[in-house]
């Protein structure tokens, strides 16, 4: 007669091995992240310093002191790995204008502020070089169309309105849409054209949307 050796080792010895194998794969894991966080750091940095013109990918991993294996493990092809530093500007870009709409009090108060922190991203001349470079560089490649696919990349921005709108019973759908259309819309404007908007132009800008809705 056989033993029955399926389940010789005791449940204590397996949660110990499950437990090494998840500190095994966290440190991994871990190490990746940091991995791609240097180098998402390094090519903006890049950018930043070479834009209107983009870094080649030569340039990149000489900066981060990797190999062109090294990247590609990480990011298909160079403009996913731009799309990744995007995603990383606008993380930030939610993160200071979040930020800003904590500062005051009142939902019709945090569109206000909403409207002037996205209009600020343009305000600064070294700043709407970055984007336009890493914008333009997405277009042209087709991987970041000036429809659909920039419109989701900017969507956690947009998403910052739901809740002030939501309080001052608007319909956080429709008319968040059309404030970020106004909104963004000019921030596009102003990027392309090279301009800045003034501080009277900002405060219009928050003003009409506040108009169009139907609050008291």
């Known amino acids: 007669m056989q033993n029955d050796t399926s389940d010789s080792r005791s449940p204590a010895s397996n949660s110990r091995a499950a437990q090494a194998a998840a500190r095994r794969t966290e440190r991994q894991r871990k190490s990746a992240e940091d991995e791609i966080e240097r180098l998402l750091d390094v090519t903006l940095g890049l950018i930043e310093k070479s834009a209107p013109a983009m870094p080649s990918v030569s340039e990149i991993v000489a900066a981060a002191g990797i190999s062109n294996q090294t990247l590609y493990r990480s990011f298909p092809s160079k403009d996913d790995l731009v799309l990744a530093v995007l995603e990383k500007g606008v993380s930030r870009v939610v993160e200071f204008v979040s930020g800003r709409m904590n500062e005051v009090d009142g939902p019709r108060e945090q569109v206000a502020a909403w409207t002037r922190g996205v209009l600020r991203q343009v305000s600064s001349v070294e700043a709407a070089q ?78 009409f949307a506040l108009g169009g809705l139907n609050i008291d």
């Open 130 to 207: 970055t984007s336009r470079t890493v914008l333009g560089h997405l277009s042209k490649s087709g991987s970041a169309s000036p429809g659909g696919s920039q419109h989701e990349l900017l969507k956690p921005i947009s998403d910052l309105l739901v809740a002030p709108l939501d309080a001052l019973g608007c319909d956080p759908v429709r008319d968040g849409a059309c404030i970020s259309d106004l909104v963004l819309g000019a921030m596009r404007r102003h990027l392309w054209g090279s301009t800045a908007p003034t501080d009277a132009d900002v405060e219009w800008i928050s003003e």
